[in-house]
């Protein structure tokens, strides 16, 4: 058996190995020595090595043109020496309940490690050579307040930045580091893309990459507002964490050791507002739709998907299940589920062309898809940052409408109910969050008390603002909700749930 996690291994994925892979896996159609990297990708976990290196692979079969990443992690380097150690080269797994596709990736140049050498981020940013900085950091990443719209001057990271601009430790102290560079030697325009999911995450990237450099040299930002484009994108490919038994499997499959496997779903949508200073890949030709506006996309996509997932995550991972699919195998979770979508969500979006009941069913189905293994502990994480966008915009419009709030209203409380660190079974939750210590200060103040327990978690203004906290149509529910969850547990709580819901409907 080959031991895919041997970093001494000889027999490894690298560009000599791939004429020995089997027949049936997709290789690079193109000499990737022949194109020089063009982009800089901030933040190489599983999803951007997935989804936008995936899309830039197929633009370079398609059209070629020097647009290989040079990619950098900003807190890890569990990936960096691995993916160095192959050339950059890596597998992506594309998996249905009746199929998969084994495919190597060859857009990623090579991965730098930002905590070793900042002065290395930096160049490359500044390079004439690049034209695209995008990024996938997460919500916590971009060190952005939704509270108020603004950049997280109370951030750790941001003050380390504006003491010492030269050597940076966020996302977007890296960026304008590397703008100002940029400015410095006369390297010419660039576009700076988000990737993540955020509403509006173009302008948020625009908003503290503007902030902070105003803070910094005031005259960067108007060279910033003259020479760069921030557009906006939306992004869905559901993709878990690699597991040790993913990397086995892909060994087994390909007789040769890959570190850094991605192992994914098959469908993959990418909608980018068509704004770009500096040019960009032919990413359509691998399926991404170039738009005037994301908003109505974006929009569907948070709250049918991002939103139906934490709700999955939360109430699921309390009753005990491990995987997003056993627990939309389950017929009261996956009807809760689906009557949130259609009568809670679906009211709040826009009206478009496109066919959102069709999307829901593949919702549905990608949900159940049993070879992902999607955790709902890692779906989990981050809870405070993915909350306002994903469940409590969408509440916050059904409100102002004077609409019942019953499914989305039990996800929040469900997500009181984790982050205060205990499940259905009693056991203890390890909850990883930027905000843990509070949660954590918060479950020792107010014990088993539901009311107050609601309360102090509404009174954490980042998260909640200021309006929803005041307003008993949100309090009464979820507090109500909370109170069930904590004496009677998910199951019985659903019920509870579904009933009003149905009476109201009725």
Excluded at 75 to 96: A, K
Excluded at 283 to 289: K, P, S, T, V, Y
Excluded at 421 to 442: M, N, S
Aim: glycine residues 6%.
């Amino acid at each position: 058996m080959i031991d895919p996690t041997d970093s001494r291994s000889s027999n490894r994925l690298q560009a000599a190995s791939l004429e020995s892979l089997p027949a049936s896996v997709v290789r690079p159609r193109y000499r990737r020595q022949e194109h020089k990297p063009g982009i800089v990708h901030l933040g190489t976990g599983a999803f951007h090595r997935a989804h936008q290196a995936v899309y830039t692979d197929t633009a370079l079969g398609a059209e070629g043109g020097d647009w290989r990443i040079i990619g950098a992690s900003l807190r890890s380097r569990s990936t960096c020496d691995p993916l160095n150690r192959q050339g950059g080269l890596y597998t992506v797994v594309s998996r249905d309940v009746e199929s998969e596709e084994f495919r190597v990736i060859g857009a990623l140049d090579r991965v730098l490690f930002a905590p070793d050498d900042p002065a290395a981020l930096i160049d490359v940013i500044a390079s004439a050579d690049t034209r695209i900085v995008s990024l996938t950091v997460t919500e916590k990443g971009y060190c952005y307040n939704p509270a108020s719209s603004s950049l997280d001057t109370a951030n750790e990271l941001i003050k380390s930045d504006l003491l010492r601009p030269d050597s940076p430790r966020s996302a977007p102290g890296f960026i304008v580091a590397g703008l100002q560079s940029r400015r410095r030697s006369d390297a010419g325009p660039v576009t700076v893309l988000s990737c993540d999911n955020l509403p509006d995450n173009g302008v948020i990237t625009r908003t503290v990459v503007l902030e902070l450099a105003d803070r910094i040299d005031p005259e960067l930002t108007g060279w910033i507002e003259r020479n760069v484009s921030f557009p906006c994108s939306m992004v869905d490919r559901i993709t878990p964490a690699t597991t040790d038994a993913g990397r086995q499997y892909v060994a087994d499959q390909l007789g040769c050791v890959d570190e850094c496997p991605v192992l994914t779903e098959s469908f993959s949508q990418w909608v980018i507002e068509d704004r770009f200073a500096a040019g960009r890949p032919a990413w359509e030709a691998g399926g991404a739709l170039f738009v005037t506006d994301v908003a109505p996309f974006e929009k569907m996509k948070l709250r049918l998907l991002n939103g139906s997932h934490s709700a999955i995550a939360y109430l699921g991972y309390l009753a005990g299940f491990e995987y997003v699919h056993d627990v939309i195998a389950n017929p009261p979770f996956r009807d809760l589920i689906r009557v949130m979508m259609d009568t809670e969500v679906t009211p709040t979006l826009e009206a478009t062309d496109f066919d959102v009941d069709a999307y829901k069913d593949e919702l549905i189905r990608r949900f159940a898809n049993p070879n992902l293994n999607h955790q709902t502990r890692q779906i989990a994480m981050d809870g405070s940052q993915k909350l306002p966008q994903r469940l409590l915009e969408p509440i916050s419009e059904r409100l102002s409408e004077g609409k019942p709030i019953h499914c989305l209203a039990l996800a929040v409380a469900a997500w009181m109910r984790y982050v205060t660190g205990q499940d259905d079974a009693g056991t203890t939750i390890d909850v990883d969050d930027p905000l843990a210590k509070d949660f954590a200060r918060i479950r020792r103040d107010h014990a088993e008390d539901p009311a107050a327990i609601a309360e102090a978690l509404m009174a954490i203004r980042p998260v909640f603002g200021e309006k929803l906290p005041t307003n008993p149509a949100f309090w009464n529910p979820v507090t109500e909700s909370l109170t069930q969850l904590m004496q009677t547990g998910v199951m019985a709580t659903f019920e509870s749930t579904l009933k009003r819901v149905n009476g109201r409907l009725d």
